[in-house]
Nanobody
Framework: QVQLVESGGGLVQPGGSLRLSCAAS????????MGWFRQTPGNLRELVAT???????DYADSVKGRFTISRDNAKNTVYLQMNSLKPEDTAVYYC?????????????WGQGTQVTVSS
């Protein structure tokens, strides 16, 4: 019913930048919030940034000042601009959406995109 498709991951050198995109499609009534999480092997998935329909954004302390989340409500798309990347930012990044289909609101996840920060 709902698909979240991520793009923009890849390999970048420390100090570099990447921009992730995630487009939601399907029988969507509304999107309350969208966000990005990341996960490394053996660790739990952790919050990176979220943005509500109002535009309010929240960030993990580890990315504040370096990452910027934004959304295009008309396109049901969320972006994550990542600057000053560090090796510890290496992870699989997952897009998340709190989406209403019909009368049911639930979390949806993308398939993940790999971000590798290495020289």
């Amino acid at each position: 019913q709902v698909q979240l498709v991520e793009s923009g991951g890849g390999l970048v050198q420390p100090g570099g930048s990447l921009r992730l995109s995630c487009a939601a499609s399907g029988n969507i009534f509304s999107i309350y919030a969208m966000g990005w999480f990341r996960q490394t092997p053996g660790n739990l998935r952790e919050l990176v940034a979220t943005i509500q329909i109002s535009g309010r954004a929240d960030y993990a302390d580890s990315v504040k000042g370096r990452f910027t989340i934004s959304r295009d409500n008309a396109k049901n798309t969320v972006y994550l601009q990542m600057n000053s990347l560090k090796p510890e930012d290496t992870a699989v990044y997952y897009c998340n959406g709190v989406i209403t289909v019909g009368t049911i609101t639930r979390n949806y996840w993308g398939q993940g995109t790999q971000v590798t920060v290495s020289s």
